[in-house]
């Protein structure tokens, strides 16, 4: 993602999907932030949950919780409570829009964008 950002010819707009949504929050202090002028941040994914089942494949760290430094909205993607509730507090720790529901989250899986994951 950074070589991407970097040769960027113009603007960056970025459109992230579960773990790619943790990538993109981890540019809040990075030097690369200042050239992104938007987020699309489609089914965060509850890293904890996704570390746990990919044991000693998976380690990003903390879920990133610092205000984006650009423009963001985050998609829901699930009908669950519990799911609904912790896109809410990321968005809310990000400065993220909430746009979108849960039949935005069918449509993208029935276009093959993702899968749906009950584990949020």
């Known amino acids: 993602m950074n070589s991407a950002i970097e040769t960027s010819p113009g603007d960056v707009r970025l459109v992230a ?3 790619g949504c943790v990538l993109g929050a981890n540019l809040t202090n990075h030097r690369l932030a200042s050239l992104v002028r938007g ?15 990919h044991r000693r ?12 430094p650009f423009r963001a909205s985050s998609s829901e993607v699930s009908t ?3 799911c609904r509730w912790k ?25 093959g964008v993702g899968k749906s994951d009950p584990r949020c």
């Open 17 to 19: 999907h579960s773990l």
């Open 39 to 53: 987020a699309l941040l489609v089914a965060p994914c509850d890293l904890a949950a996704t570390e746990q089942l």
């Open 57 to 68: 494949v998976i380690n990003f760290g903390r879920m990133p919780r610092s205000r984006l």
């Open 80 to 82: 669950i409570p519990t």
């Open 87 to 111: 896109l809410r507090f990321k968005a809310s720790c990000w400065g993220s829009k909430l746009v979108g529901g849960p039949s935005t989250s069918t449509s993208l899986v029935t276009a």
